[in-house]
């Protein structure tokens, strides 16, 4: 079946600090791809998707590469801020038509300190 | 537009006890998805409604079920309450485009089972 593979954290940044956190998956169609982020107390809100291969997806500094050759979405950041302390999550979709269930990796914390 | 609301915020019961939540999607949206949050297993997929047909479904017991209603709105409930259903409790929607699914989140509610 479907999986998302998140690299093990918690991930400590200081400020400005460059970010890149690793995200591999195993499908068995033509998966989108998404990184999602949880704020302490709140619910998961997109952060970027990729729809297909090659596709770049970025929002708020943050960018991810749809690589189907490594099965890879690895999500960077040139320069982290405090407020980017959250959990992010790696997840995909391999919708078919029939459901549009998210499997999701087991999230990394990020920690910024200024 | 509003997002995603989810009622309530917070829950507590106790073992045998049955809970039901709420979720009304984003105005559109026919999909509705529910997932499972808890630090030991992460984000889990419960199931999904369209036009009030369950169209998928996770690996839980049969003690968790759901409904979803003409105007989209969908309750899950879960009976015989356990120690180990103390989880936050994500909905979300989606509109499906193209075939591309994004989901957008819900704050969630909190079940703590005493």
């Known amino acids: 079946g479907d999986s998302v593979t998140q690299m093990e954290g918690p991930v400590t940044l200081s400020e400005e600090a460059f970010l890149t956190i690793n995200c591999t998956y195993t499908?068995?169609?033509?998966?989108?791809l998404f990184w999602y982020v949880q704020y302490p107390g709140e619910g998961l809100q997109l952060l970027l998707k990729a729809t297909k291969a090659d596709d770049k997806g970025s929002n708020k500094g943050f960018e991810a590469t749809y690589r189907k050759e490594t099965t890879s979405f690895h999500l960077e950041k040139g320069s982290v801020q405090v407020s980017d302390s959250a959990v992010y999550f790696c997840a995909l979709s391999d919708y078919t038509g029939a459901n549009s269930k998210l499997t999701f990796g087991k999230g990394i914390t990020l920690s910024v300190r200024p | 537009k509003a997002g995603v609301t989810q009622t309530p915020r917070y829950l507590i019961k106790t073992r045998g006890q049955q809970v039901t939540l709420s979720c009304s999607p984003i105005s559109g949206h026919r999909s509705v998805s529910w997932y499972q949050q808890t630090p030991g297993q992460g984000l889990q997929f419960l199931f999904e409604?369209?036009?009030?047909?369950?169209?998928n479904k996770g690996n839980f017991p049969g003690r968790f079920s759901g409904r979803q209603f003409s105007n989209s709105r969908s309750e899950m409930n879960v009976s015989t309450l356990e120690l180990g259903d103390s989880a936050l409790y994500l909905c979300a929607s989606s509109l499906e485009l193209a075939g591309v699914s994004e989901q957008f989140f819900g704050p969630g509610t909190r079940l703590t089972v005493l």
């Open positions: 499908a068995t169609g033509y998966p989108s």
């Open positions: 409604y369209f036009s009030e047909t369950q169209r």
